[in-house]
């Protein structure tokens, strides 16, 4: 198949040479003689100016990063292009959860599929799409899905405000299959009802799966109290490691509703306690806990937004560790905008402002299933510090 072609400049090819899958319209030869010959969301061949073949990718000069390469081989973006991708993903994933049912299968430039996530739960797929150019394929995208499992049902969860960079409609559909809205599944021999129409992202949330594993093993005992609990699966790894109790607050009634079911099917009724309110707030005047876990939503999801971010982190992070007597204060951060190296420094000038002593025992990441891009730094986002305060 023919496709339009869009030359990168010099600028343009040096970043190519460096492996980059994003190109501005800095980096696009010609860029305003081509921007209204080429529809937004088209596929495109991507050559030098002396036109050598680089790859394929998709064009939309509606937004900064006009151009995002998909791959640097002369091939077909179709089905068959997709069930290839898809297949060596998950060869990925066997390598390191090879008994899972739950995993992420896709994460977008960390598979090198930019605007594709896709999360696998059990028998039913949840695919996120961001992109212009990936909207465009998704058609490609849920046959090479059923061609790779036998799945229940495929869920498109098009709701991210993302999407609206690209002019995208928010939407939710059964794009194959049947679904109910929440599904019981099992991860770490808890069962948990995940919201896969209604919840947040996907429904849940995949990337924290081995810093709930570190928190499971630690919690025999402790009373935990869990900040922005969604629907409690902070809570219930430390459940399951023999803690004594756990208070969940998070602001959703749905989401603190479906964790107070997920506490009666695991035996846990009387183990938690719900609050719905504004973490915040509730800090100030908290239960006394040992084991203090703050995993808020990201504060800074854009350039601008860094300087008022990161003085809710701050903040966050001083009541944390005011809120804490001494135990355990588990802080982590999804925005790729707080580098570890400030996190820390907020966590140091919370303790010297209190007068309190603490320790950095853990250091926590995005599970392998969401790997990281050293060429696309921004696929590098969840960070964590695990303190014990003395």
């Given at each position: 198949?023919?496709?339009p072609?869009?030359?990168?400049?010099?600028r343009g090819v040096?970043?190519?040479?460096e492996?980059?899958?994003?190109?501005s319209?800095?980096?696009?030869?010609?860029?305003?003689?081509?921007?209204n010959?080429?529809?937004?969301g088209?596929?495109?061949?991507?050559?030098?100016?002396?036109?050598f073949?680089?790859?394929?990718?998709?064009?939309?000069p509606?937004?900064?990063?006009?151009?995002?390469?998909?791959t640097?081989?002369?091939i077909a973006?179709d089905?068959?292009?997709?069930l290839?991708?898809?297949?060596?993903?998950?060869?990925l994933?066997?390598?390191f959860?090879?008994?899972?049912s739950c995993?992420?299968?896709i994460?977008s430039?960390?598979?090198?599929?930019p605007?594709?996530?896709?999360?696998?739960?059990e028998?039913?797929?949840?695919?996120?799409?961001?992109?212009?150019?990936?909207?465009?394929?998704k058609?490609?995208?849920?046959t090479?899905?059923k061609?790779?499992?036998?799945f229940?049902?495929?869920v498109?969860?098009?709701d991210s405000?993302?999407?609206?960079?690209?002019?995208l409609?928010l939407?939710?559909e059964?794009?194959?299959?049947?679904?109910?809205?929440?599904?019981?599944?099992k991860?770490?021999e808890?069962?948990?009802?995940?919201?896969?129409?209604?919840?947040?992202k996907?429904?849940f949330?995949?990337?924290q799966r081995?810093?709930?594993?570190?928190?499971?093993?630690?919690?025999?005992?402790?009373?935990?109290l869990d900040?922005?609990?969604?629907?409690?699966?902070?809570?219930?790894?430390?459940?399951k490691?023999?803690?004594?109790?756990?208070?969940?607050?998070?602001?959703?009634?749905?989401?603190?509703?479906?964790?107070?079911?997920i506490?009666?099917?695991?035996?846990?009724?009387?183990?938690?306690?719900t609050?719905?309110?504004?973490v915040?707030?509730?800090?100030?005047?908290?239960p006394?806990?040992?084991?203090?876990?703050?995993d808020?939503?990201?504060f800074?999801?854009?350039?601008?937004?860094?300087?008022a971010?990161?003085?809710?982190?701050e903040?966050?992070y001083?009541?944390?560790?005011?809120?804490?007597e001494?135990?355990f204060?588990?802080?982590?951060?999804?925005?790729?905008?707080?580098?570890?190296?400030?996190?820390?420094e907020m966590?140091?000038?919370?303790?010297?402002?209190?007068?309190?002593?603490?320790?950095?025992?853990?250091?926590?990441f995005?599970?392998?299933?969401?790997?990281?891009?050293?060429?696309v730094?921004e696929?590098f986002?969840?960070?964590?510090?695990?303190i014990?305060?003395k």
């Amino acid at each position: 198949m023919k496709y339009p072609i869009i030359k990168l400049n010099k600028r343009g090819v040096k970043k190519y040479l460096e492996n980059y899958l994003w190109f501005s319209s800095q980096e696009i030869f010609q860029f305003e003689k081509i921007k209204n010959e080429i529809p937004a969301g088209s596929i495109v061949d991507v050559t030098s100016e002396d036109n050598f073949f680089l790859g394929r990718g998709y064009f939309n000069p509606k937004i900064y990063y006009s151009l995002k390469l998909l791959t640097k081989e002369a091939i077909a973006i179709d089905e068959e292009f997709f069930l290839k991708k898809f297949s060596k993903a998950l060869e990925l994933r066997k390598y390191f959860y090879p008994k899972e049912s739950c995993f992420r299968l896709i994460f977008s430039e960390g598979d090198f599929l930019p605007g594709l996530i896709i999360d696998i739960y059990e028998n039913i797929a949840v695919v996120q799409i961001q992109t212009l150019g990936m909207e465009k394929l998704k058609d490609f995208i849920i046959t090479a899905l059923k061609k790779l499992f036998d799945f229940k049902a495929i869920v498109l969860k098009n709701d991210s405000s993302k999407r609206l960079e690209e002019d995208l409609e928010l939407y939710v559909e059964i794009a194959y299959g049947e679904t109910e809205e929440i599904i019981l599944t099992k991860m770490d021999e808890i069962k948990f009802l995940i919201p896969v129409l209604k919840g947040q992202k996907s429904g849940f949330f995949l990337d924290q799966r081995e810093n709930r594993r570190f928190i499971k093993n630690i919690a025999k005992d402790l009373v935990v109290l869990d900040g922005f609990s969604y629907i409690g699966t902070f809570s219930f790894y430390a459940l399951k490691g023999e803690a004594k109790i756990a208070y969940l607050i998070d602001r959703s009634d749905f989401a603190l509703g479906l964790a107070e079911e997920i506490a009666k099917i695991n035996g846990w009724k009387d183990k938690i306690i719900t609050i719905q309110g504004d973490v915040l707030q509730i800090l100030k005047n908290p239960p006394k806990s040992e084991l203090l876990i703050l995993d808020p939503p990201a504060f800074i999801k854009t350039f601008r937004d860094v300087k008022a971010g990161e003085k809710k982190y701050e903040n966050l992070y001083f009541l944390g560790s005011k809120a804490l007597e001494k135990g355990f204060l588990f802080a982590f951060s999804c925005s790729y905008f707080l580098k570890l190296e400030k996190m820390k420094e907020m966590v140091k000038n919370s303790l010297k402002k209190l007068n309190k002593d603490g320790t950095i025992i853990f250091h926590g990441f995005q599970a392998p299933d969401h790997p990281i891009n050293p060429f696309v730094e921004e696929t590098f986002y969840l960070k964590g510090l695990g303190i014990y305060i003395k």
